[in-house]
């Protein structure tokens, strides 16, 4: 289990939110009583619902979870309901459904390649790094986490590893040994 704090689910409403949702204003619909029910298109392993569950709870919005992080889905399976108004069922819908496709991407392709691994060797482990896209790695590794693997080196604060382009620094080391 991966904790997403507060601060991290309010970026993600404000990131698409930064003042209001303008077409629902502007429709005179955002009090209107609405239901969202998520639906997996493909099969796969979900990811993506403990965050999107804080953001539905942050917006004010009744979660009815139909199936959970880790969970092998199904083509046309509701995994989530959301019950609210409209102009949180709008917020939470387009940010919801980015964190269900793109971490159900990453969870599904980590429990392919863990069922491959496992084919040779029950006891291998795939392990996710810290190459992710800028300010998405806590959710990639918690994606990855979902599909079976497991985060090997986190950051820079976690571990020690020398690369060639630290020994390139240290004094007495032949640039052509660094190649």
């Not at 003042?19 to 392993?45: F, K, M, S």
């Not at 108004?85 to 387009?94: D, E, G, I, R, S």
């Not at 006891?123 to 996710?128: D, K, L, M």
Request: hydrophobic share 45%; net charge positive; aromatic share 6%.
């Amino acid at each position: 289990m991966m904790y997403f704090t507060q601060a991290e689910i309010d970026h993600f409403i404000t990131e698409d939110v930064p003042l209001h949702d303008e077409t629902t204003r502007a429709l005179g619909l955002p009090d209107a009583p609405g239901r969202l029910t998520y639906t997996a298109r493909q099969p796969g392993v979900l990811a993506g619902m403990a965050p999107l569950l804080r953001l539905a709870q942050s917006l004010g919005l009744r979660a009815e979870p139909l199936a959970a992080d880790g969970d092998t889905t199904a083509p046309g399976q509701p995994v989530l309901r959301l019950h609210g108004n409209a102009h949180a069922l709008h917020v939470a819908w387009k940010q919801g459904m980015n964190l269900l496709e793109y971490l159900g991407g990453i969870a599904s392709a980590t429990r392919q390649m863990v069922i491959a691994a496992r084919a040779g060797n029950p006891r291998i482990q795939v392990a996710g790094t810290r190459k992710a896209f800028p300010g998405a790695r806590r959710l990639q590794h918690y994606a990855v986490m979902c599909g079976g693997g497991m985060v090997h080196r986190a950051g820079l604060s976690e571990t020690i590893l020398v690369f060639a382009q630290h020994r390139a620094f240290l004094p007495g080391l032949d640039a052509a040994q660094l190649v």
